[in-house]
């Protein structure tokens, strides 16, 4: 006599049924983890829409409020967010990618991600300061650059923020030096054009598809009027995906404005 198959639902098809069944009822809902909330960051952070990664990001932090990554990808989201935002929108946005990047160096003190996030934060709250605490922010920005870099001299990112701190100190107006000498005790040692150019050679040779690395330089080369370096800077920049950042876009905008100042 042929045995008839078990008609009855296995074990594991009945947990499956009440789980969806559960999903239906009003009123059930089930927590997201942190981890939930990074993959979503990471996918609205892919597709450029900022606000909502750094709302989904923010939203991993109060799930794991001591997540190293949680809060790096906060401050990074929440720092370029800002760039999108102006008055006291941007200030509030700037402040919690501060915020974040401090929480995260205090997460895990030995590792370079919270000190790059914290200077690139600080220098974009910077760009919203006088000059007095511009000037103040500089030397905090420094400090956390050098302890990035000694942390691991392999981060591209760090060395653009060198960069960039090199030619904003370097570029310093009789003003702002005046400023300086009162806030600071002096202008900070050290920084020069050419010691910007060593450190966006080596931005560069880290993160060669950064679009960012290769516009600032380009701006930089602008500056110091050597056109033919710097279109050579601007069209990679133009040229490259728009998969470095979710600021790519903006970047080649203007590395195009600057590339039709040079003319043919």
């Not at 420094?142 to 981060?155: F, N, Q, T, Y």
């Not at 202008?187 to 054009?193: H, I, L, N, R, W």
């Amino acid at each position: 006599m042929t045995r008839r198959p078990d008609a009855r639902p296995s074990r594991r098809a009945l947990l499956a049924l009440c789980g969806f069944a559960l999903l239906l009822v009003p009123g059930v809902t089930f927590a997201r983890t942190a981890d939930d909330w990074l993959a979503e960051g990471d996918q609205f952070y892919a597709q450029a829409h900022l606000p909502e990664a750094a709302r989904a990001y923010a939203a991993a932090v109060q799930a794991a409020p001591a997540s190293f990554v949680a809060l790096c990808r906060a401050s990074r989201a929440e720092s370029e967010l800002g760039e999108l935002q102006s008055g006291d929108e941007q200030r509030q946005t700037r402040a919690k990618a501060v915020g974040h990047a401090r929480d995260a160096i205090k997460a895990a003190p030995d590792s370079a991600a919270g000190h790059v996030w914290l200077a690139v934060g600080l220098g974009r709250q910077a760009l919203s300061e006088g000059p007095k605490t511009k000037l103040a922010l500089s030397r905090e920005i420094k400090s956390e650059v050098d302890r990035a870099l000694a942390i691991d001299p392999g981060v591209g990112r760090a060395w653009h923020v060198l960069a960039l701190w090199n030619v904003k100190v370097a570029s310093l107006n009789a003003f702002e030096r005046m400023a300086a000498n009162a806030v600071l005790g002096g202008v900070p040692k050290g920084a020069s054009m050419d010691n910007a150019e060593i450190a966006f050679h080596k931005a560069i040779a880290l993160e060669p598809n950064y679009v960012n690395h290769h516009l600032e330089y380009g701006r930089l080369l602008h500056d110091l009027h050597r056109n033919p370096d710097a279109r050579r800077e601007l069209e990679k920049a133009v040229s490259l995906p728009p998969t470095s950042d979710a600021l790519d876009a903006r970047y080649q905008a203007e590395a195009r404005t600057l590339l039709a100042k040079l003319g043919k």
